[in-house]
């Protein structure tokens, strides 16, 4: 297995020993030590090769090093947090990902006091007028045909109340889902 001792806290040398430490150590350490085990009661010669028992030699490796001899086949593990990309699973093999790291952004936490007006200027921006214009036309424009719908659809539509104010609301209401709705009015 080879290793790039600077992705800590995956790789790293232990400054006590010497030796390599970190995650991926010692998730290799379990592997070949399981590896081993089963491969003292296989029969076939080879397996018992790749694993011996007594043997977890780790090789440090700068990591563009590591990247080309893992390409190439003259290393058979690597160790140092790999990241899968399309052009590395071109060159070489990826077990599951056994980590999920988001990359996440931090910011310093402010106490905000802002009234509505402000929070909703925060949010949208100010308003264009022309836009605040065409919005507050067409808001009329759905107002006015409202009360022709309400005068023409009182007496023969039961979705539109006889009586004014809640008959406006309901012809208001028709007019916008049927304009949005392709035609169907539902409530």
Not at 43 to 57: A, G, I, Q, S, Y
């Amino acid at each position: 297995a080879t290793c790039d001792p600077g992705f800590i806290p995956f790789t790293f040398v232990d400054e006590v020993t010497g030796g390599y430490k970190g995650h991926d150590i010692n998730l290799w350490h379990s592997v070949h030590d399981l590896a081993s085990v089963l491969a003292t009661k296989s029969t076939d010669r080879e397996v018992k090769e790749w694993f011996p028992l007594e043997e977890r030699n780790i090789i440090g490796l700068p990591f563009d090093d590591l990247l080309v001899r893992l390409s190439d086949g003259t290393v058979d593990v690597g160790l140092c947090g790999i990241y899968e990309t399309p052009e590395r699973t071109e060159k070489m093999d990826f077990l599951s990902p056994y980590l999920s790291g988001g990359v996440r952004a931090m910011v310093r936490r402010v106490n905000i006091q802002m009234d509505a007006a402000s929070l909703l200027t925060t949010m949208i921006g100010t308003p264009n007028p022309r836009a605040t214009l065409a919005l507050l036309c067409l808001c009329t424009a759905c107002l006015l045909y409202a009360h022709l719908l309400w005068f023409a659809e009182r007496r023969s539509n039961n979705s539109v109340s006889v009586r004014y104010y809640q008959g406006i609301w309901d012809a208001y209401w028709l007019g916008i889902v049927t304009a949005t709705t392709v035609g169907y009015g539902d409530k």
